[in-house]
Nanobody, 121 residues
Framework: QVQLVESGGGLVQPGGSLRLSCAVS????????MGWYRQAPGKQRELVAF???????NYADSVKGRFTISVDSAKNTVYLQMNDLKPEDTAVYYC???????????????WGQGTQVTVSS
């Protein structure tokens, strides 16, 4: 069983910063990619930052220059550094990993439980 445990969400004032973490654990053979999505109230889940097959990172236009994704492969952990936060960044942030549970199984998507980020004065 694969588990994704997120942390780091909370309430922050506009212009502030937060760092989200997501640790992947459990029965897993290999990780192909790790990244972040978010879902604001009444809206569909959207990509925030996720690696492309070419090795770069795809960022949502609304977060470019403010958010940075990083990965610690040794710890199977992905981070999202969020700077200059705006009220429109308020959402539940979800970690996603694309991983292979065992050598003979295909890649699968796994999701964390989500962590709330609220940007408000």
């Amino acid at each position: 069983q694969v588990q994704l445990v997120e942390s780091g969400g909370g309430l922050v004032q506009p212009g502030g910063s937060l760092r989200l973490s997501c640790a992947v654990s459990g029965s897993i053979f290999s990780i192909n990619a790790m990244g972040w999505y978010r879902q604001a109230p009444g809206k569909q889940r959207e990509l925030v930052a996720f690696p492309t097959s070419g090795g770069s990172t795809n960022y949502a236009d609304s977060v470019k220059g403010r958010f940075t994704i990083s990965v610690d492969s040794a710890k199977n952990t992905v981070y999202l550094q969020m700077n200059d936060l705006k009220p429109e960044d308020t959402a539940v942030y979800y970690c996603k990993t694309v991983a292979r549970p065992s050598l003979y199984m295909s890649l699968r998507d796994y999701w964390g439980q989500g962590t709330q980020v609220t940007v408000s004065s």
